[in-house]
């Protein structure tokens, strides 16, 4: 399985992005997409995720602001980022669980927001 992550870039405080990632080379569903960020001298963390039937999890930081979204006929999952802060700044990773745990990765997508 192969992720591909796109969409990130250079933002003022306030704006947006739309990051896209696509899922290939798998024959089966995820039961969970989800994305996480890493930004420099700090640990991984979930941003958010959605379950096959659509639920969704969002961290405190990011509620309100960022929403989740996937289309399992394209094997995709998305992440609508509005009024980005500079906390925001980091590397964007998109993941997908097959059982339980999060097994594929993609790449990763710089975003950097200015203030």
């Known amino acids: 399985v192969q992720l591909q992550a796109s969409g990130g870039g250079l933002v003022q405080a306030g704006g947006s992005l739309r990051l896209s990632c696509a899922a290939s080379?798998?024959?089966?569903?995820?039961?969970?997409m989800g994305w996480f960020r890493q930004a420099p001298g700090k640990q991984r963390e979930l941003v958010a995720q959605?379950?096959?039937?659509?639920?969704?999890y969002y961290a405190d930081s990011v509620k309100g602001r960022f929403t989740i979204s996937r289309d399992n006929a394209k094997s995709s999952v998305y992440l609508e980022m509005n009024s980005l802060r500079a906390e925001d700044t980091a590397v964007y990773y998109c993941?997908?669980?097959?059982?339980?745990?999060?097994?594929?990765w993609g790449q990763g997508t710089q975003v950097t927001v200015s203030s």
């Open positions: 993941a997908v669980v097959k059982y339980t745990t999060y097994t594929y």
């Open positions: 080379g798998s024959g089966f569903s995820f039961n969970y």
């Open positions: 959605i379950a096959s039937g659509g639920s969704t």
